[in-house]
């Protein structure tokens, strides 16, 4: 064996130059103070910890990048979208316009937060770092309309709301960021529980690592993700790692666009690069999906990053997240300068396209009145295929995971199906705060596919008949809807604000008002966007387009 080669060392993530534009938030708090050997040292107070992460925790539950609306907007543009891509985009364009007034959320799961920071060896803080972070959190979530989701284990199997939104995820490194010892670098996120489930772990070997075999890998792997997550996403793929858990890391670092600056090729110094050619071919791929953004089409993503990692010879993790409609991360730094925040774009009216829904349309619209009767809806939603595009007004009663458990207890007992879920479609939904003056707080849908499990039961026992939510479902639901004629409505993933806004007129505690935005609901809609996705011939619209493609059309590299 040959001698060991000369030490040399890279970062793993070698990153490169920061381009960001940045406003300033604050000068106070902050001084640089003389130590020995001629070295300036930068003090932070921590109340600017703290005003940083409200601060931005602010910006992104109702700010988004100049750069995702300019993506946004070249959906509309292009004359391959789908007519369903148009839509879609349009509604999530106006939804970020309503969130930028900063009254409404642009999405109702408005997240765990995630802080990540980068301490340079002459910053100093008090030591409480974590703590100022956390009241940062604290400050935005219980002053804002936002909705908290974290919930404290009392014991293995008895859970409650904090009622902050805390803990938030807080992880502080001693690093130079950028090779600046005086500076302190953040990456801000929100992210909710649609795209975090979204996050996936494969542990693979070397027999992957050749053109064919990942293409396949990915046809098969991509489509799995689904809808549920609001596209269309920014889709990330890390493949080696010096770990699984490093690989997932990575991955989620990815999908905010933290790594865009990576090398573009590998070295013996075994750190990371972004593999550009392979994020084309990926991408096409994805459009060949025909799951377009959410409901048929190209968009299923916006753009793709690959990632490679070093690995064990023994070990190939691939790791696969995203970030989705609502794309929530903002970067900030504190330097002797003051205390900065990126720019996200504060008048996403200019990426509005000077067009009419008719424009965008394509096809038939088709109104359904909620007040009739059970039967009368479901015979005239029996009328459309599939991808149909409605028009909802009138009752919707909503209904999410605790309600429905406490229903199938209920029905275990042998207790009727409540008379709401039996006269009523259901929306699975979780409203945020509703601010003054507002019949609710944001009020998107939530994912279908947690509520599955209920379905036959419920069906069978008369109720959720109807059922309105976002993403694909599993083939039990479709079975259950063709014996039981019942449907499956999906509703667009993200324009949250918007529904509050525009389509929800009224709402009202019906059961379990104990349970917060888990209680069950009744709303009055006008003019609600659905379309059909499961109908009560057995069909279902996922089906095909989360089937691998057996003949992959895409540009291989040799």
């Known amino acids: 064996m040959s001698g060991p080669a000369p030490f040399a060392h890279s970062p793993l993530l070698p990153i490169g130059a920061d381009t960001t534009e940045y406003r300033l938030v604050s000068d106070e708090g902050v001084d640089v103070v003389h130590g020995p050997g001629g070295r300036r040292f930068l003090t932070i107070e921590p109340q600017v910890l703290t005003q940083l992460t409200a601060e931005a925790m602010h910006d992104i539950a109702h700010y988004l990048r100049p750069a995702h609306l300019t993506q946004l907007r070249s959906i509309i543009d292009d004359p391959a979208a789908s007519p369903n891509d148009r839509f879609v985009a349009l509604d999530l364009l106006r939804n970020a316009n309503i969130a930028a007034g900063g009254v409404l959320p642009m999405c109702q799961d408005t997240g765990t937060a995630i802080v990540m920071g980068k301490r340079g060896r002459h910053v100093l803080t008090d030591g409480t770092d974590e703590r100022a972070i956390a009241n940062g959190v604290y400050q935005a979530y219980t002053r804002l309309n936002l909705r908290y989701s974290q919930l404290a284990p009392i014991t293995m199997w008895e859970e409650r709301n904090t009622g902050t939104n805390l803990p938030a995820q807080i992880e502080l490194y001693a690093e130079d960021p950028g090779g600046r010892p005086d500076a302190y670098k953040f990456l801000f996120m929100a992210k909710g529980g649609g795209s975090a489930n979204k996050s996936y772990l494969y542990q693979e070997t070397k027999a992957l690592l050749n053109p064919a075999r990942m293409m396949a890998f990915l046809d098969e792997k991509l489509r799995l993700i689904g809808t549920s997550a609001c596209p269309p996403y ?39 690069f972004r593999d550009t050619e392979l994020e084309v071919e990926v991408l096409e791929l994805t459009r060949q999906f025909g799951i377009g953004a959410q409901f048929g089409g190209r968009y299923f993503c916006h753009d793709v990053r690959v990632i490679r990692l070093p690995r064990h010879g023994a070990s190939c993790p691939v790791a696969i997240a995203v970030s989705c409609s609502a794309d929530r991360q903002a970067l900030a730094k504190i330097t002797p300068s003051g205390v900065w925040l990126e720019r996200l774009e504060t008048d996403p009216a200019r990426f509005l396209p000077d067009v009419t829904d008719a424009q965008l349309d394509g096809g038939e619209v088709v109104n359904v009145d909620l007040n009739r009767p059970m039967d009368e809806i479901r015979a005239e939603l029996s009328k459309y295929p599939v991808k149909t595009r409605l028009s909802l007004s009138g009752p919707l009663v909503v209904a999410r995971d605790i309600a429905h458990a406490k229903i199938a207890e209920r029905l275990d007992a042998g207790e009727p199906m409540p008379e709401y879920l039996r006269d009523h479609a259901v929306y699975y939904a979780g409203p945020a705060k509703t601010p003054e003056g507002y019949a609710s707080g944001s009020f998107g849908p939530t994912t279908a596919g947690r509520m599955d499990a209920y379905v036959a039961k419920f069906q069978a026992a008369g109720g959720s008949h109807v059922m309105l939510a976002k993403g694909n479902r599993s083939r039990g639901v479709t079975e259950s809807c063709e014996q039981h004629g019942g449907f499956y409505l999906g509703s667009i993933g993200g324009p949250a604000a918007r529904l509050a806004q525009d389509c929800i007129k009224h709402v009202e505690v019906l059961e379990y008002a104990e349970l917060g935005m888990e209680a069950v609901w009744k709303i009055e809609v006008e003019d609600f966007p659905a379309f059909i996705v499961v109908d009560d011939k057995g069909n279902d619209f996922f089906a095909e387009v989360t089937r691998p493609n057996p003949v992959l059309r895409v540009g291989r590299r040799p």
């Open 234 to 272: 920014h889709l990330a793929i890390v493949i080696g790692g010096t770990s699984g858990e490093y690989a997932l890391k990575v991955a989620k670092l990815a999908s905010a666009k933290y790594l865009d600056t990576l090398p573009s090729e590998g070295s013996m110094l075994a750190h990371g």
